[in-house]
Structures are given as C-alpha cells and as structure tokens.
C-alpha cells in the first residue's frame, strides 16, 4: 500500500526546471558577455560553471519528466530513479567544466594576456549571480517540498556558483589597485576555482550512486518508523528484518510482523492497515510492505 499521489497544485518540479533552463541562458549569455569584454580567465572560470548549469537544467527537465510517469507494467515500482541518473551528469559535467577551467588557465600562466574592462565585467558577472541566487533560493524551497534530488542538486550548484563568482569578483578587484605584475592572480583565480567545483561534482556522484545502489533511508527516518512500531504494537507482538530504501522521493519500508498463532487474518489484517497508515502520515510518499508470520516463541 502506498499514500496516494498529491493532485499537482502552483509550481511544480518540472516548472523550475524550465525557469532553470531559461535563467541558465540568459546567465551563460551574461557571463561569456563578461569574459569577452575583458579577457580575464578567471570570468571564463565563470562563464564555464554557468554552461554546467545550462546543461544541468537541461538533464533535469527530463529526468523529472520521466520520474512523473506512473508506475507500468514493465517500472512496477515506477520511475523516480530517472533522478538520480541527472544528478550524476550534473556531477560529471562539473568535473569536465573543471577540467576545461584548469586547462585555460595554465595556458594563461604559459602564455600571459593583459585583462581589460574589469569594472564593467565584474558588474555583469554579479548580475549574473543575482538571477541564479534568487532562483537557487526558490528551487531550494520547492526541493525541499517535493523532496527532489534533482531540483536540490540544481539548487545546490547554483549556490556554488554564486559563491563562486562572489570570489572571483572580489579576487579581480585587487587587479584593479595592484600593479601590472601581479597578471598571474587571474589564473590562480581559476584554478581554485575549478578545485572548487570539482568537491561539488565529487558530492553529487556519491549521493547518486547511494540512490541507484537503494541506500537505506536516513537513520532519522527510520528511527520514527522504529518508534510508530514500538508504539503501536501490543505488548507480546514483535517485528523483524526491518529494509528500507529511496527511490526519487518515494520511500520503500518493508518487515516482518509476527503475531500469535491464533490471530485472524481480519486481525492481522486490521492491524497491517493501522500500521500502515502510521508510517505514512510520518513519512511522506511512502509504500509500506509488511510480511505476517506467526509467532513461534
């Protein structure tokens, strides 16, 4: 048995994936604009987490997509995995950014450029970072709601790289009061920003690989199911083999009741529904299997 499905009502995950995809474009443009103007690596660094960010959007809009389709024949336990396959590209395509990022600047370090226009670059670039903080902000509340990998990991490498172009901002501002030879901060600028990033993919990778492997659900949330069992059961029952796992943002539990011999099954039965519906008002999208056997000591 399952909780049924909420009707969909305001804003939902595969509309901030659209909003996504179009602040991607609109920042990717802002960004490269930037870099253009002045030449400087470390807005390239930028510009290259944003083109992450578009293709990310894009991986999410139709991993959601897939994830909404009901349960089929062939998906019996439906398709919410779909989820953590664009979180893991997202993950891999940060570290090909980074990759891209490392690149440009030891050509930088090799072959010197003066960077030029700064002032106007930087202004853009923190435009650019506005937009994606405030709809990291928005995804970050509807992830939370919808319990979405996708739109949370969206959200998350948004954040990063508002913090990232906050630090490469205020880095090239000391280019601006410090001499000629100091050129080389702006590719050092680069690559640390890369370093960073590449810690943001490593994080995304582990938490889809622990979706796809069925991870047992947070000690939290299994603590409350121990909890609703050991309340809800009279004195002389017991429960056993306790499995759990998360799939998109449904929840799987799954054990087995033993009951006295002598209970009927409209007991057992009773009993399953009230047990049911408990962890399920605990936990939300939640499919609750229970094994009854008998009680043998």
């Not at 049911?276 to 009854?292: D, F, G, K, P, S």
Request: hydrophobic residues 50%; negative net charge; glycine residues 8%.
């Amino acid at each position: 048995m399952s909780s049924p499905h909420p009707a969909p009502s305001g804003l939902q995950p595969r509309h901030l994936a659209m909003l996504s995809i179009a602040a991607a474009c609109l920042t990717l443009g802002l960004k490269f604009w930037a870099y253009h103007l002045t030449g400087s690596v470390g807005l390239y660094s930028d510009a290259m987490e944003s083109f992450v960010n578009l293709a990310a959007a894009i991986a999410a809009l139709v991993a959601l997509t897939i994830a909404a389709q009901p349960a089929d024949p062939g998906h019996p336990f439906g398709h919410e995995k779909a989820e953590y396959f664009a979180s893991g590209l997202e993950g891999g395509l940060i570290f090909v950014a980074a990759l891209a990022i490392a690149y440009e600047a030891v050509q930088r370090l090799l072959h010197p450029a003066p960077v030029a226009q700064l002032g106007m670059g930087m202004l853009i670039s923190l435009v650019a970072s506005a937009i994606n903080g405030g709809l990291a902000w928005l995804m970050l509340g509807y992830a939370r709601k919808h319990d979405s990998i996708v739109l949370e990991a969206d959200a998350k490498h948004l954040l990063t790289d508002v913090w990232t172009s906050a630090g490469v901002v205020a880095a090239l501002c000391l280019l601006l009061v410090l001499p000629p030879s100091w050129w080389w901060l702006d590719p050092l600028i680069a690559i640390v920003v890369a370093a960073n990033i590449v810690r943001t993919g490593a994080d995304l990778l582990r938490r889809s690989a622990d979706g796809l492997m069925d991870a047992a659900l947070p000690a939290e949330e299994q603590g409350s199911i121990c909890r609703i069992l050991e309340q809800q059961l009279a004195p002389g029952l017991r429960y056993t083999g306790l499995r759990t796992r998360k799939a998109g943002n449904r929840r799987f539990v799954e054990f087995k009741l033993l009951v006295a011999p002598a209970m009927t099954v409209a007991d057992s039965h009773a009993l399953c529904d009230t047990l049911e519906a408990a962890i399920m008002a605990e936990l939300n999208r939640c499919q609750v299997t229970i094994h009854v056997e008998p009680l043998t000591s």
